[in-house]
Each structure stands twice: as structure tokens, then as C-alpha cells.
């Protein structure tokens, strides 16, 4: 079984890539980020063409996750589970099913901004809900997985350059703790091979040509309970949908299990 997790920086943007990365991999379910559309805009029935079932946590030109399957959808849990919400609103980060045989979440973490703004402190508080809505599913005996854009990079080698961040998110302990509370509830980070360099960095920015100079950072994450884990065969970031025209700024995590 193939999985996936990609933040497509706007679905409507790389649809043609999406549908044709899908077919020449194979992949069974993808966990997908920032779709950036509304829900009645997301591309279902290019994907019911492949084979796929949808199911969208979408509400506009901001955030979005979803999940695509060929191999089943059940038990859908849109958003997450006591989350907070920010400036009012219950933004569109979560969505979680049961794909075959294996429980997923797929998750666009939100960003925080800076250490100080608002919104940093609602990224921690996300955290602390999603630590308690995942805790049953992570303890069961069925294979289940947390994957998406966690917007941490868990260590400074995960960073082409920490002293750069020095100060900023994504690098912050506290962060950092946040992701160590979430392996707590018996999740281990299952760290893909990279396919060039010696890192597997997941994003690279836009600006002063950082994905040719591979500056980037691992973001893009896949948390596996022991039954997920133990099923792993291999796994990868598919740098080669980072290149090119029209590309998003991250590039997907594979993971194959044998289940």
C-alpha cells in the first residue's frame, strides 16, 4: 500500500500535475494541504476518474486539507475535535478516515507567523488539541498515521541553515515540544531517505533560488503508530515534483507498507 502527503499550495494550481503524479506512482491515498479552494470547487470528479474517493475539509482561498483514496473511505472526522479556533473562526486543518486497512489524519498545522503575533500562540494551542484527538486512535492495535505540513522543522538538521531561524517559528522549543508531546502518545517520526543531498528536505522557498541551492527545511511529516511503523517498507521525498514549472514549494512524502 502507497501513501502519501503533499501540501499542493492550491489544488486548482497543480491539478494536472496532481492527476499525472498520481498515475505514473500509483499512489493508494494522499493526504493532501493548503487545496485553497472551497469545498464545492475541489476537483472530485478529476479524481473519481482515476478512481479515487474524496473527502474535503475546504471552505476558501485559505488552508484546506483533504484526503483521496482508491482503497476505501470510512468514518470521516472533518476538522479537529476540540481545536480552537482563530479570530472567530474554525479554520479548515484537519480531516481523518479510515482508508482499508489504516486509520490517517491529514493535517495543515497552522504557521504561526512569529513568536510574538497571535496567531503563534493559536499553533501551539492546535497542537495541544490535535496531542488529544489523536491519542485513542495512536493507541489502538490497527495501523494509523498522522501526516501533513506540520510547519516544524523537528531538528536544526532539519534546516539547511538554523542560525538563520535563530528567533523565528518553526524552530522555536516550544514548537519542538509540541511535536515530542505528540510521539508521547506512542508515535514515532518515519524519517524518509532522501533521494539526493544527505537531507530529506520536504520544502524549499520560492524566492532566491533555494530549491537549486537545496535550501530547505523538513516540514512535511509522517507519524506513525507501532503497527504503521512496523508495516514500513520504504519511504521517500519525491524531489523530482519540486522541479519544473508550476511546481508547488514542497514536495510529497511517500511511505510503502506491506500490511
Known sequence: MRIATWNVNSITARLPRLLA???????????????????????????RELGYECAVNA??????????????????????PGGPDFEGVQE?????????????????VPNGREVAHDHYAYKLAWF?????????????????AVLGDFNVAPTDEDVWDPALFEGATHVTPAERAALA???Q???SDVMPRPLKYDRPY??????????????????????????????????????????????????????????
Open 128 to 144: 495541544e488539541a490535535l496531542q488529544k484527538a489523536v491519542a485513542a486512535d495512536a493507541a489502538g492495535a490497527h495501523p494509523f
Open 202 to 259: 520536504t520544502f524549499w522557498d520560492y524566492r532566491e533560488l533555494r530549491f537549486p541551492k537545496n535550501k530547505g527545511m523538513r516540514i512535511d511529516l509522517v507519524y506513525g503508530n507501532a503497527p504503521f511503523t512496523a508495516a514500513v517498507k520504504d519511504s521517500y521525498v519525491d524531489r523530482e515534483e519540486r522541479k519544473g514549472k508550476g511546481a508547488s514549494d514542497h514536495a510529497p512524502v511517500v511511505v510503502d507498507l506491506d500490511l
Open 92 to 108: 479548515p486543518r484537519a480531516i481523518s478516515a479510515t482508508c482499508g486497512p489504516v486509520r490517517l489524519w491529514s493535517v495543515y
Open 185 to 187: 502518545e506512542g508515535l
Open 21 to 47: 503524479w498520481l498515475e505514473s506512482t500509483g499512489t493508494d491515498v494522499l493526504c493532501l494541504q493548503e487545496t485553497k479552494c472551497a469545498a464545492e470547487q475541489f476537483p472530485a470528479e478529476a479524481l
Open 59 to 80: 471552505t476558501g482561498r485559505w488552508n484546506g486539507v483533504a484526503l483521496i483514496s482508491r482503497v476505501g473511505l470510512a468514518d470521516v472526522v472533518t476538522g479537529l
Open 181 to 183: 508531546s505528540l510521539r
